[in-house]
Each structure stands twice: as structure tokens, then as C-alpha cells.
């Protein structure tokens, strides 16, 4: 015969898990994946929750570890936030700090504390500022051209002392280097530029309309070929490390003899360029 648990322990559970509750601590809602960042000042956005029924207002601390396959070596870095929080509330808190620089790829382990008791990680994946340097190798002496109104590109070649072309769009057909970047759809000038052997990265902007697209492809032109990157691919491009990094594999495919890496789309008067 099954025993009945008595009604007083029932009730004292139920007291004990109330109270559990009522005083959980900040929970950290963790990204699926490493947050990419370049050495320098960076601002995180964290997203807290807070599900007790008490108010939460406290100054949380950021100890800073760089993780090895064997073990992970505290920084001298700490980074200081604090966080507010109403019942069953969850709200973003920004945070500041410097991120060392590294020579090679590095991944940052951020160990958050309430007190002394860990109530959160944050992982980070350090690339060096010259993610971009490889397209230099890739033009070799013709050159880099960047066209549009988007100044997170310029500031990006900017910043890793990467030489490049600034033009006009009325200016597009003077071209006469290897990659051009244009962060606008392409245009006759584009498409000619193209059909003289260039390769044309074109940041499509997302449209009203809710239609599947791929993340880019390519439509060839005589001897070059245009790109058409959608923007979420390159988004942020000028803090954005993986942005760049799409970019530089995207041009390598792109500057390969015959392409095979590259989705292209052909059309009905291909042969004829």
C-alpha cells in the first residue's frame, strides 16, 4: 500500500521552494555563441532576468580569464556593472571595458559575480585588427574600390590601414582595380565595371516584404562578376569581426579562376558577354 506523504511536509516543500524563488539571484541569459570582438574599447549588451519576487538592485563584477586548451589564466581586467531589476522582470544592462590585444585568435571567459557566488559567463573571441589585410594579397597591385553612402566600411579598411579607392557612384565606371564594394544594389556602371573583369561586392539592404533569400550569390558578367551579399551577412561591418571576415572569404572564393566555390546564377545571355 502506497504511504501518504503527511499534509505538514507537503506545505513545508511547497514554503521551501516559495522561498527559493522569491530570493533568485540575477540569471544571465547566455548567447549560443561567442560574442566576436576586436581589441580596444568594446560595449556588451546583456540580457538579465530576474524571476523572485523581490526587487533586484545590486553591482555585479566581471572577472576576466583567457581560455587554452589547458587551462584558463585570470587577466588582471575587471569589468563592473550595475544591475536593476523589477520581479519576473529581464532587462538589457550595457557594459564597457578594454579588450587586450592579442597577436593571434583568442577566446575571453567573463565569470560574473553577485557577492562572491558566480551567477554568469560570457564568452568572447578576440580577432586581431587585421582581418582585412588578406584582401590586399588577393588584388594584388590593382586595387580596392569602395562606393556608397554606408561609412562603417571605409572606417573599417580605415582602421586596419588597408588602402582602398573612394568613389562616387557617377564615378563607378572609372574603376579600374579588382574588388570593388559598393553598399547599394548594383547599377549599369557596376555591371560594366564587372564586364571588364571586376569583382563587384553589392550589399543588398533587406526589403518590406518577408521573402527567402540566400545569404549571397553571384551573377557573372564577361570576365567579372557580380556579388550580391545581403546586409545581415556584413552587418556592423566596422566592429564586427566576422562581418569581415565574410567579406574576405567571399572575395577569395570570388577571385578564383572559373569560381567553383561561388553559387552563381546564369543567365540567358551569358555567353554572349
Known amino acids: 500500500m502506497r504511504r501518504k506523504i503527511p499534509d505538514a511536509l507537503i506545505f513545508a516543500a511547497v514554503i521551501a521552494v516559495a522561498t527559493i524563488t522569491s530570493f533568485a539571484r540575477p540569471?544571465?541569459?547566455?548567447?549560443?555563441?561567442?560574442?566576436p570582438v576586436f581589441p580596444g574599447q568594446n560595449r556588451l549588451s546583456?540580457?538579465?532576468?530576474?524571476?523572485?519576487?523581490?526587487?533586484?538592485?545590486?553591482?555585479?563584477?566581471?572577472?576576466?580569464?583567457?581560455?587554452?586548451?589547458?587551462?584558463?589564466?585570470?587577466?588582471?581586467?575587471e569589468v563592473k556593472g550595475r544591475l536593476q531589476l523589477l520581479p519576473n522582470q529581464a532587462a538589457l544592462m550595457q557594459v564597457s571595458f578594454e579588450v587586450p590585444d592579442f597577436r593571434t585568435k583568442s577566446?575571453?571567459?567573463i565569470r560574473w559575480e553577485d557577492a562572491s557566488q558566480v551567477i554568469g559567463k560570457t564568452e568572447l573571441t578576440v580577432?586581431?585588427?587585421d582581418v582585412l589585410h588578406e584582401l590586399e594579397m588577393i588584388v594584388g597591385e590593382k586595387g580596392i574600390g569602395i562606393?556608397?553612402?554606408?561609412?562603417?566600411f571605409k572606417a573599417a579598411f580605415r582602421s586596419a590601414d588597408v588602402r582602398f579607392e573612394e568613389f562616387e557612384e557617377g564615378a563607378i565606371s572609372a574603376f579600374a582595380g579588382a574588388i570593388l564594394i559598393l553598399t547599394e544594389c548594383p547599377n549599369t556602371a557596376a555591371i560594366a565595371a564587372a564586364k571588364?573583369?571586376?569583382v563587384v561586392i553589392c550589399v543588398v539592404q533587406p526589403g518590406e516584404e518577408d521573402v527567402f533569400r540566400p545569404n549571397f550569390f553571384a551573377i557573372r558578367y564577361g570576365r567579372g562578376v557580380v556579388v550580391l551579399a545581403q546586409g545581415d551577412l556584413l552587418a556592423n561591418f566596422?566592429?564586427?569581426?566576422?562581418s569581415q571576415l565574410r567579406l574576405v572569404q567571399i572575395c577569395r572564393m570570388a577571385t578564383k579562376?572559373?569560381?567553383?566555390?561561388?553559387?552563381?546564377?546564369?543567365?540567358?545571355?551569358?555567353?554572349?558577354?
Open 27 to 35: 540569471a544571465l541569459v547566455n548567447e549560443k555563441q561567442s560574442v
Open 46 to 77: 546583456l540580457l538579465w532576468t530576474n524571476q523572485g519576487s523581490e526587487r533586484i538592485d545590486a553591482e555585479i563584477k566581471g572577472r576576466v580569464f583567457q581560455e587554452s586548451s589547458a587551462l584558463a589564466m585570470r587577466l588582471p581586467i
Open 107 to 109: 577566446l575571453l571567459l
Open 127 to 129: 580577432y586581431s585588427h
Open 147 to 152: 562606393a556608397g553612402v554606408d561609412e562603417r
Open 196 to 198: 571588364r573583369g571586376v
Open 238 to 242: 566596422d566592429t564586427n569581426p566576422e
Open 257 to 273: 579562376p572559373g569560381r567553383p566555390e561561388l553559387p552563381m546564377i546564369c543567365r540567358k545571355d551569358s555567353n554572349e558577354d
